[in-house]
């Protein structure tokens, strides 16, 4: 059952120049920069425009690709929301928390070892039943989920209408309709985060705070 | 379930970063690395009586616990979805539904998958940034007002010979590697990817994984590996990387060993078309003999390597009109990421080439390799061009591009060069991409396998060039 071989595992042989250039990146972090106060991880399936988002919500710019699987490394940027210094990090496509590929474990290791203060998930909003199981297992492993609706455009043309206000109030986490290829929604979306990160949800919507504090009860017990 | 599910997150008592819900549920699915990881943690009491218990709902019932709970799961969300969404049109096929399913269309599909190729990438790659553009940039820009400037600066400031080769010598940092690197490289690889991303953002490369999938399925790989391979052609160390979006390890390795050995990158390919093409039915010749390689050795590793075929489930992504500003923001971020990682490399190659002549290191080396390239019957002369390949493969193909320059090389021998070269040993960067990815040893067995195997190959390919050549089908 103990799956030894795995590939991706911390004792995994690595170069020397990798190695430097984490120290280097670690050395340059704690002496020029201020640790991020606040930490957001980005998830969801493959192509579902997580790089994008992360692109402007950081403006740093990293390979976007329409092909499911193009970020095999986790990157991450940081941001300013309302003078509150926040870390964003993109990780590569999972289906599920049970992972199937090297990448997905990647996404999910990082999830469980840096407990983000806010995990943004983003889905397609064309797809959205087969995007939701993977929202339920994020709120199901604690984290305070908020929900992105992306390619709202797209969906409106297939003609395809959702209620976000019905679908937070069933779900009990912040949900925003995004565009992430105009930008539309995006501030939206940063309002959002930090109102979830400080526990002031409810101040934006009434039946959201009460889900999220139950939510960091069952992870704190 | 539920009664199982809340008496393991109740045992538990280390931390996973996880809610011991959460931790419970993936224990009943069986994950792996949660299972070792909580068999690590936990009291060998609790591991005992979790795995009982696990074992006890495996047996019970007819669906596995995985079954169930992602049925449940699937079940909510559908339920959810139902509530809050609305259709309002009742959907007619788009026009970029159908030009999709055109696309996957064996025939249909082939044929356009034939046009791009030729147009796309040999027309606009090949021809126009390999022939002109690198024509220009050679002769024109370095050849003329770049190099002879700074070969009398250096004359000037170095009296002795045998240092000034190093920045300036036949294989010098700037006659040699910034040459290569700007002039040679530079306009293959920006059209290159700038194909790449164009067509990547169109949305069209999960059709072509569609596509060829089943051709795929028989070397072992799924359709999924269509990306990497594509992305070969541009630059197989960075291929080599992306090997990570592959499910299983078998996969991962089967496709680094095609890419080290039978895709040619875009600099080599760029060399390969101005010199395979001067001679008639090179390119062809070459072109089917590597593409037969790759079948060859992809079936026969799938047939050792143990393991199961993979499972190929994909998301087919809706075909978009690429946007011009992203298509140049994606070419661009690729070409300083080779840039940087290649310029170095370029300087580190021409300064271990000349310490290599200097301490006559290279000259043992060539003459160790001078054996099998006799014996595959090429003139000695073949052994520097392929010790130079070692270093960088397109390195080694450019090196074979001055020797036809001379005109010192039959039409035969420069085909079955080509071809040796192709299948060589990758280049450094390539190599080191290799060992991180999969350890050394992986590494140094698929580069001890390649060695030979690219002189036998090259064995095979003279006789049989010979043999066309007697029909009258290759030209010398």
Request: glycine share 8%; hydrophobic share 50%.
């Amino acid at each position: 059952m103990v799956d030894s071989h795995n590939p991706m595992s911390s004792q995994r042989p690595r170069s020397i120049g990798a190695r430097l250039a984490e120290w280097w990146s670690r050395l340059k972090r704690r002496s020029l920069e201020a640790p991020p106060q606040k930490r957001v991880a980005i998830v969801g399936n493959p192509n579902v425009g997580k790089s994008l988002l992360f692109n402007r919500l950081t403006g740093i710019y990293v390979t976007v690709s329409n092909y499911p699987g193009t970020t095999v490394e986790i990157f991450r940027g940081r941001t300013h929301i309302d003078g509150v210094l926040y870390e964003i990090v993109d990780t590569p496509g999972m289906y599920s928390l049970l992972p199937s590929s090297d990448e997905e474990r990647v996404a999910r290791r990082l999830l469980m070892e840096e407990r983000p203060d806010v995990v943004v998930h983003v889905v397609d909003a064309k797809n959205l039943s087969r995007m939701l199981p993977l929202t339920v297992q994020l709120m199901e492993a604690g984290f305070q989920v908020v929900l992105a609706l992306n390619m709202m455009d797209e969906a409106m043309r297939a003609g395809i209408q959702i209620d976000t206000e019905a679908l937070e109030a069933l779900l009990g986490v912040a949900v925003v309709p995004v565009v992430a290829t105009t930008g539309q929604g995006i501030a939206q979306l940063r309002r959002v985060i930090h109102a979830v990160a400080h526990g002031t949800a409810h101040s934006l919507r009434p039946t959201l705070g009460r889900r999220h504090q139950q939510d960091s009860a069952v992870a704190a017990g | 379930m539920e009664d199982a599910i809340s008496k393991i997150a109740q045992w538990l008592r280390a931390d996973y970063g996880l809610s011991r819900r959460a931790v419970a549920l993936l224990l009943l699915q069986e994950d792996p690395e949660m299972t070792a990881l909580v068999a690590e943690r936990e009291d060998p009491k609790v591991v005992a009586a979790i795995q009982q218990l696990v074992r006890e709902l495996r047996g019970r019932g007819e669906r596995s616990p995985l079954y169930r709970i992602t049925m449940t799961r699937q079940r909510f969300a559908e339920q959810v979805t139902g509530q809050v969404t609305a259709k309002v049109t009742v959907k007619t096929r788009t026009l970029s539904e159908r030009l999709s399913d055109l696309l996957i269309h064996p025939f249909w599909g082939t044929l356009f998958l034939v046009a791009l190729l030729y147009f796309g990438f040999y027309q606009f790659v090949g021809v126009f940034a390999a022939g002109t553009a690198v024509e220009f940039l050679e002769d024109t820009v370095f050849g003329k007002y770049l190099l002879p400037p700074l070969v009398r600066f250096f004359e000037w400031l170095i009296p002795w010979a045998w240092l000034r080769e190093l920045f300036v010598g036949e294989y010098g940092i700037f006659t040699l590697g910034i040459r290569y690197a700007f002039a040679l490289l530079f306009p293959i690889v920006t059209a290159f990817f700038l194909m790449f991303s164009l067509v990547e953002d169109s949305g069209y490369f999960p059709r072509l994984a569609l596509l060829v999938d089943r051709l795929f399925k028989g070397i072992g790989l799924s359709g999924r590996a269509v990306i990497p391979m594509v992305l070969g052609f541009g630059c197989d160390t960075m291929a080599t990387m992306v090997t990570r979006i592959l499910e299983t390890r078998r996969e991962r390795l089967i496709a680094t060993l095609l890419l080290a050995l039978a895709v040619p990158c875009s600099a080599q390919l760029g060399v390969m078309m101005a010199t395979v093409s001067k001679v008639r039915g090179g390119i062809a010749v070459w072109a089917l003999f590597v593409f037969a390689v790759f079948l060859l050795v992809g079936y026969l590793t799938a047939r050792v390597l143990p393991g199961d075929p993979p499972r190929f489930y994909m998301e087919v992504v809706p075909l978009r009109l690429p946007r011009l500003e992203n298509v140049l923001v994606k070419t661009w971020t690729r070409l300083q990421w080779y840039l940087w990682e290649v310029t170095p490399l370029f300087i580190v190659a021409s300064v271990l080439i000349w310490l290599g002549r200097l301490t006559h290191l290279f000259d043992w080396l060539i003459a160790a390799l001078s054996y099998p390239v006799q014996w595959v019957g090429l003139p000695k002369a073949m052994a520097t061009v392929i010790l130079f390949g070692f270093f960088r493969r397109d390195y080694g193909a450019a090196g074979l591009l001055d020797l036809v320059d001379k005109g010192a090389i039959s039409g035969i021998d420069l085909v079955v060069t080509a071809i040796i070269l192709t299948l060589f040993v990758p280049c450094i960067a390539n190599f080191l991409m290799m060992v991180r990815e999969h350890g050394w040893r992986a590494a140094l067995v698929m580069t001890g396998f390649i060695f030979p195997f690219a002189f036998s190959c090259g064995f095979v390919a003279k006789h049989l060039l010979l043999w066309l050549h007697q029909w009258g089908w290759v030209g010398s």
